[in-house]
């Protein structure tokens, strides 16, 4: 079962950057927390993921509380091409991936 | 990052036969794939964890008779929908994990099945 909540929908004007939030509360020490994307009737696409430290790349970043009961996905600059649903996961010691109800991202011109 | 495919990209099969959808790791061995089903307006549910040269486990409420899991070989996994029934309409997606990489998988582009 999914170990994680996030808001149904959010809205993010073009250029300005896209703070999605994920609360997993449950998550345990040696989880990880994974984000995904989906474009309509695509398969997923990996976002980034992390442990305890915050992460970069060039896609995105990825802020964990210091409790790791929370995090948050930053899209630094959404355009029009990042409207889509994001999913939060936390992967269990099997490495399977129970995906929640996502996030749907609207980014507006 | 790593690519998967999927074949058939859609299907559609009259109510009673049989579907087979393959899932390929193009540029990496894949000892373990996944297979998601995922309704309209729905998120993914996992199905069943396939492994290379051992039989599939699949989650609870899945029936390991009607959805057969095949990983023959390091780059191949099939999924079979037996006896298709309407509500066996969906969009199959798989995923492969790069063991040469992190644990992150990659997702095919999805089997859009109907059944008639």
């Known amino acids: 079962d999914a170990k994680t909540t996030q808001p149904p929908s959010m809205d993010c004007a073009e250029g300005r950057a896209a703070n999605l939030p994920c609360n997993h509360s449950?998550?345990?020490?040696?989880?990880?927390v994974y984000w995904y994307r989906q474009i309509h009737s695509q398969g997923p696409q990996y976002i980034i993921h992390g442990l305890k430290n915050n992460e970069t790349n060039e896609m995105a970043s990825l802020i964990i509380t210091e409790d790791r009961k929370s995090s948050t996905l930053i899209l630094p600059h959404a355009t029009l091409r990042d409207t889509a649903v994001y999913y939060c996961?936390?992967?269990?010691?099997?490495?399977?991936?129970?995906f929640g109800s996502g996030t749907k991202l609207n980014v507006k011109p | 990052g790593a690519v998967v495919s999927q074949h058939p990209s859609w299907v559609i099969c009259k109510s009673g036969t049989s579907v087979k959808i393959e899932c390929r790791s193009l540029d990496f061995q894949a000892t373990t794939m996944f297979w998601y089903r995922q309704f309209p307006k729905q998120s993914l549910m996992l199905m069943a964890t396939?492994?290379?040269?051992?039989?599939?486990?699949?989650e609870q409420g899945v029936e390991k008779d009607k959805f057969l899991i095949n990983h023959a070989s390091l780059t191949l996994s099939t999924l079979t929908v037996t006896s298709a029934h309407p509500e066996d309409s969906s969009f199959y997606i798989c995923?492969?994990?790069?063991?040469?990489?992190?644990?992150?998988?990659?997702f095919g582009p999805g089997t859009r099945l109907t059944v008639t």
């Open positions: 449950t998550i345990s020490g040696n989880e990880y």
């Open positions: 396939s492994n290379e040269g051992s039989k599939a486990t699949y």
């Open positions: 995923s492969a994990r790069d063991p040469g990489g992190g644990y992150e998988q990659y």
């Open positions: 996961i936390v992967r269990d010691n099997f490495n399977k991936f129970y």
